[in-house]
């Protein structure tokens, strides 16, 4: 499947907000992302500054862009960026497609990709459980959340699990979209990867198992 550049979306988000719509846009919008603030975690790398689109207001379908060029990892851990938001309209939620870059440099390559939407950062992140609005789209997914190297991915509300796929070394695109609600004025994202076993606890696991089965068979034959 051919994934969209960068310059494709930005091209494509610009003309959203020309200088004279933004000046005459009515004050009428649903949750707006404003801005970044903190990036951190134990995987982080390098994370390159968000492009934020912000949707026409006042539309009567709000979409907006968010736009990752480089998340790079160093380590196997996760990363949060935290988004700040604006909101006015109590009954608007916008929806941002989140599109980015994702750099596995950690050295080991990875069997699975895994987003959360919540609050807090660190060891304070909670999940959060999608009621007040935030989610990855929910109820219905569609478009369907996509990545230029898992094929499948599991979707629930504040939870997205890409699989079935191998990210060695290198970058590859993610694209999700993310509901974001009036009457929350941050949020968190949280990615991480999951490792590919390595080759030393797999054969622990084989012993073991093997340990288990000949136990069995002595047993049967006792
Ligand atoms: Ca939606
Ligand atoms: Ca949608």
Redesign the pocket.
Known sequence: MKQPTFFSLKRLALPLCTAAACLVAPLAQAGTITGVGAVTGTGLGFVAVPVIITPDEGSPDDTGNIGIPIKRFDQTGYIDIEFFVRGSDPSGTT?YLLFESVDNNTGVDWSSYTMQLGQGLGAGFTQSDGTNGLTF?AP?Y??TPNSSVFAQVLTSPTRLDFYDGIQSTGSQIYQV?VDVPDGIQTFTLRQYPTPVPEPGTLVLAAIAVGGFGLLKLRRRRA
Do not use: A, L
Request: net charge negative; aromatic share 16%.
């Open positions: 929806e789209d219905n569609i478009p979209w």
